[in-house]
């Protein structure tokens, strides 16, 4: 499958962009995984130095990451990692390679975060992403943080 990639700063986020990522996180997060829309939308996707990550099939957008300036934890944040269900096996290690990158030429030589869901730790874990601390729920969700150090 080939997929034309955009990473964009939400100043430049597009009516058509905001809404093909707000629907295709709908479609996955509230829809397939029944994670209440109030959790799913936090308002984060349009503060700071957020960047939108995105890969298209065409005029579909398949594949979605949020990226999210350093926090108090001097670490960037990769966050609402999805696929649609008709991209899936493969285009998520493409994602994520890639949310990987900009992440690291964004904000180099920080740690990168992200709260996993507890089955895909495996998944993350190939691209160098390590578990920290507890499991926890969130959305009904098993989760656990794990971190990437920097390049």
């Known amino acids: 499958m080939h997929l034309t990639w955009q990473l964009v700063h939400h100043r430049g986020l597009t009516a058509r962009q905001t809404y093909a990522m707000l629907h295709l996180r ?5 829809d397939e995984q029944q994670v209440p829309a109030a959790l ?11 960047h939108h990550l995105f890969g298209w099939q065409g005029a579909e957008l398949v594949a979605y990451a949020r990226l999210l300036e350093p926090d108090h934890h001097a670490a960037s944040h990769v966050g609402r990692v999805v696929v649609a269900k008709e991209a899936r096996g493969g ?10 990158a900009a992440c690291e030429k964004l904000w180099p030589a920080t740690p ?23 499991i ?15 390049a």
């Open 112 to 134: 990168i975060m992200l709260g996993a869901q507890d089955h895909l730790r495996g998944f993350y874990g190939r691209h160098g992403f390590e578990p920290v601390g507890d």
């Open 40 to 50: 799913e939308i936090d308002g984060r996707d349009l503060e700071g130095e957020t």
């Open 136 to 150: 926890y729920e969130e959305a009904g969700i098993p989760h656990i943080d794990m971190v990437r150090k920097p």
């Open 91 to 100: 285009t998520g290690t493409e994602l994520v390679r890639r949310a990987v």
């Open 26 to 30: 709908g479609v996955v997060f509230v």
